[in-house]
Each structure stands twice: as C-alpha cells, then as structure tokens.
C-alpha cells in the first residue's frame, strides 16, 4: 500500500488555477507530526513551497505565498494545495511529503527531514 498518493495537477493559463491533492494511509496520518509540498522544476532541485502540521499552521514560501493555501481534511485523509494566480515558473512535478518526527518549524522545507514521499504529479503553466 503507497502511503502518499498525489493526484490533481495538469496544465493551465498563467493567471488560472489549479489544485493538488494528497491522499495519506492511515497509519502516516495517524503519526504524522508535519506535511509538505514540494515541487522539482526541469533541470533544478526540489525545493519545498508549502507545509502544514497537524494542529493546521501552514507555512509558505516566498514564491507562492499569498497564491498557494495548503490545507489539510481530516475527514479524508488528505492534504491538498490550492494554486491560483499561476506562473509559468510555478510548472514542474509536485510531491507531497510527510515526516514522522519533526514539527514544521524544524522541517523548515528540508527534503532530507521528511520520510514518506509520494510519486508525483504534474503541474504545467503555459502562458
């Protein structure tokens, strides 16, 4: 059983919307201390954009603050990220990550402190 499976994304006008989901086992759900996204541009590093820890205190990046909201629903399970006002610079495949043993604060959008990743999912801005 995957424990994060992404799901959402696909292609838009620079301007529009669109919104990625994450769906969690029950057992990460049920541990995790903090979850993230991140996105892997072509030919760059993976950086993190958004993460939310379970009392729902959701921190940003400089480059999707105030565009991105990244939320959680407990009901089922998931952790979702809303993009409006895209830019093509925001193209890329997006990940959503979840670790066990530290809070958001500690994280601070590190890849190497989160444990569970999912396979990706594509998001591309034209414009």
């Known amino acids: 059983q995957e424990e994060l499976v992404e799901s959402g994304g696909g292609s838009a006008q620079a301007g529009g919307s669109l919104r990625v989901s994450c769906g969690v086992s029950g057992d990460i759900w049920r541990r995790v201390e903090c979850m993230g996204w991140f996105r892997q541009a072509p030919g760059k590093e993976r950086e993190g954009i958004a993460m939310?820890?379970?009392?729902?205190?959701?921190r940003y990046t400089d480059s999707v603050k105030g565009r991105f909201t990244i939320s959680h629903d407990s009901a089922r399970n998931t952790i979702d990220l809303q993009m409006n006002k895209l830019k093509p610079e925001d193209t890329g495949m997006y990940y959503c990550?979840?670790?066990?043993?530290?809070?958001?604060?500690?994280?601070?959008?590190?890849?190497?402190?989160?444990?569970?990743w999912g396979q990706g999912t594509r998001v591309t801005v034209s414009s």
């Open positions: 939310i820890d379970d009392d729902g205190d959701a």
């Open positions: 990550a979840a670790t066990i043993r530290w809070y958001c604060v500690v994280a601070d959008f590190k890849a190497s402190e989160f444990d569970s």
